[in-house]
């Protein structure tokens, strides 16, 4: 799922660079790998719940939708309109856990077709680190520190500014 909040030039920004994100992350994956959120059936069920599509979600609200799509991941941030064109900041969550955030580099481009495929390319870096994350939270909840800690390792060796490795290295 993801989420970008338009400042500046109103949600309308945030909806159109968030679909054009989702759209180049479904492509860059295959389906069984990850499971993007179609915007078609967001969209729908916002409108069902009486929310306006375009309108930005608050964390909480997000939260909540990613649970009721039974999303594991969550990618949101801000977009900006900058003289040249866009900037993004962008975070990557597992969205079951609020402390489990990975901050993306922020990025800019001149369209919004560069801009998403700039935040799909550190998504993907990103992601490298996912495997080994979720073997640490498993071992660590099994109480197998040990393993937890190796793993944990690996998610940085996978991706040198892993909050989230470092996230499982202090809770295990």
């Not at 920004?13 to 492509?27: D, K, P």
């Amino acid at each position: 799922m993801s989420a970008l909040q338009g400042v500046g030039d109103g949600p309308r920004l945030g909806f159109q660079v968030a679909n054009a994100v989702r759209e180049r992350i479904a492509s860059d994956f295959e389906m069984r790998a990850l499971w993007v959120v179609p915007e078609s059936t967001i969209t729908e069920y916002l409108v069902r719940a009486g929310y306006p599509a375009e309108q930005w979600l608050s964390k909480t609200e997000t939260h909540q939708l990613a649970s009721d799509f039974r999303a594991e991941e969550v990618l949101n941030g801000i977009v900006r309109k900058t003289p040249t064109g866009y900037r993004v900041q962008a975070a990557w969550s597992l969205s079951a856990r609020d402390d489990m955030v990975q901050p993306l580099p922020a990025v800019e481009a001149a369209k919004i077709s560069d801009v998403a495929k700039l935040v799909a390319r550190e998504f993907q870096a990103a992601r490298k680190q996912v495997e080994s994350v979720q073997r640490c939270m498993t071992l660590a909840r099994t109480r197998n520190y040990t393993g937890a800690l190796a793993e944990a390792r690996r998610a940085i060796e996978a991706y040198p500014q892993s909050v989230l490795g470092r996230v499982c290295i202090a809770s295990a």
